[in-house]
């Protein structure tokens, strides 16, 4: 089992800065990818970022240029600049143990994931 605990949220004025990290616990030597996912009030989860290892990343189109996922010795960060009101939303992290393609971008799925955190809030206001 593997748990994952996010934290960095926060509110923000837009234009601004925040800084994800996700800390994971247990069977961390499993862990094969991980991603960050966001979701806002009456929408379905859907796919930020991800690396797998290799050191392969992948981002979604709208955030591309302005976040940066990245493998820390705990887990995993998610450095997001340039925040716009559309990227309010609650952020999860999430981890693959068991490699399912050699495909990053098969990691914009969330069936690719095995263990999931509870999320942290990020709020950009105007």
């Known amino acids: 089992q593997v748990q994952l605990v996010e934290s960095g949220g926060g509110v923000v004025q837009a234009g601004g800065s925040l800084r994800l990290s996700c800390a994971a616990s247990g069977r961390t030597f499993s862990i094969v990818a991980m991603g960050w996912f966001r979701q806002a009030p009456g929408k379905e989860r859907e796919f930020v970022a991800a690396?797998?290892?290799?050191?392969s990343t992948h981002y979604d189109d709208s955030v591309k240029g302005r976040f940066t996922i990245s493998r820390d010795d705990a887990g995993s960060t998610l450095q997001m600049n340039d925040l716009k009101l559309e990227d309010t939303a609650l952020y999860y992290c999430?981890?693959?143990?068991?490699?399912?393609?050699?495909?990053?971008?098969?990691?914009?799925?969330?069936?690719?994931?095995?263990?999931w955190g509870q999320g942290t809030q990020v709020t950009v206001s105007s």
């Open positions: 999430a981890a693959q143990a068991r490699i399912r393609s050699y495909d990053v971008t098969a990691l914009r799925s969330r069936s690719q994931f095995d263990y």
């Open positions: 690396w797998r290892i290799g050191g």
